[in-house]
């Protein structure tokens, strides 16, 4: 009898299963969830906050706008007064110069805080702890009046002979006390701001430059400063903004700044309040002016990051009346 000849047996089709289903109808269900538009919680509580808060606003600049004692025209007669410019401009350039020599010091200071030498860090610590402990109106009195502690200032080798020297009173200037007091006060708060932007960037890239066999000088200045420059730039910012206002201080040591300007006039002429909204006005002018340049080199060195540099309010009211159409749409 012939063998019996071994037919494969039929393969059976698993039954679905009702987990698989349920979980294909749920990811489809998320897919759907996740297409559809955000629509915002409306929040009327927001809406009356908002309203009284600028009911609020325009009550107050009408109030100070009408008040007689403003004197306007007054105001406009002394805006382009040559004292009054000579005055901001010395509080421009001083601006300027002052932060331009802090941030040259404290990048010095900076690397010397992270240094591997204990004393380069002790130094740096130091000068950081006394310039930022000591307030600034003091350390301008005290660099005007250093004729004081040193009646003659020289220049020479020390324990030996003396190249140059002359008194105190005579070097020792108004704007070079405003310069000195500003710089080194200035310096302190630089030299975090550097060392934290530095801190920010991430060991593995040195290490990664290292592993590449690229020189220290190309590591530090094209892989860990333009990353630093992102946290570097907002502080920095606020330092020259910071810097110009700290410029008003300089009128108790008698440097022509614009506050002191305004002062001569009004101490004349007695208009007081007319003098002081020149100030004011000229004041956030130039502010506005720095924060605007401040705003363009944070979005240059923004670019390629996630991370960008937020719009303006008009920038965020668009933004926000395009998805507000999407969702009606």
């Not at 071994?6 to 998320?30: H, Y």
């Not at 010095?108 to 204990?118: F, K, T, Y």
């Not at 605007?292 to 670019?303: C, D, L, P, S």
Request: charged fraction near 15%.
């Amino acid at each position: 009898m012939p063998h019996d000849l071994d037919m494969p047996a039929p393969a059976r089709t698993a039954p679905a299963r009702p987990e698989a289903a349920a979980d294909s109808s749920d990811l489809a269900a998320v897919m759907a969830a996740a297409s559809r538009p955000v629509v915002r919680r409306r929040r009327p509580g927001m809406w009356v906050l908002t309203a009284v808060v600028v009911v609020l606003t325009v009550f107050s600049v009408l109030s100070v706008a009408r008040n007689p004692a403003m004197e306007w025209s007054v105001v406009g007669d002394y805006f382009f007064s040559s004292s009054v410019l000579e005055g901001l401009w010395l509080s421009v350039w001083v601006t300027v110069l002052v932060t331009v020599l802090s941030l040259l010091l404290g990048a010095v200071l900076a690397a010397m805080r992270l240094s591997q030498q204990p004393v380069l860090r002790a130094l740096a610590w130091g000068y950081v702890w006394i310039f930022r402990s000591v307030p600034l109106l003091v350390q301008l009195l005290v660099w005007f009046n250093i004729g004081y502690l040193y009646p003659k200032l020289s220049f020479g080798i020390p324990w030996g002979p003396t190249f140059v020297e002359a008194p105190a009173r005579e070097v020792m200037t108004a704007v070079l006390a405003a310069l000195l007091g500003l710089t080194l006060h200035e310096t302190a708060y630089a030299t975090e701001i550097i060392r934290g932007g530095l801190l920010s960037v991430d060991a593995g890239q040195r290490e990664a430059a290292h592993a590449l066999s690229l020189s220290p000088l190309f590591t530090f200045t094209r892989i860990v400063l333009p990353q630093a420059m992102r946290a570097i730039l907002p502080s920095a910012g606020s330092l020259l903004v910071g810097t110009l206002k700290a410029t008003s201080m300089l009128s108790v040591i008698a440097v022509a700044d614009l506050l002191y300007s305004v002062q001569i006039i009004y101490n004349r002429t007695f208009q007081i309040i007319p003098l002081l909204t020149v100030a004011c006005i000229w004041y956030l002018i130039v502010t506005s002016v720095l924060s605007v340049g401040q705003w363009g080199i944070e979005k240059h060195f923004a670019r390629g990051t996630s991370r960008s540099v937020p719009g303006g309010f008009i920038a965020r009211y668009r933004g926000s009346r395009r998805r507000t159409l999407e969702v009606e749409a």
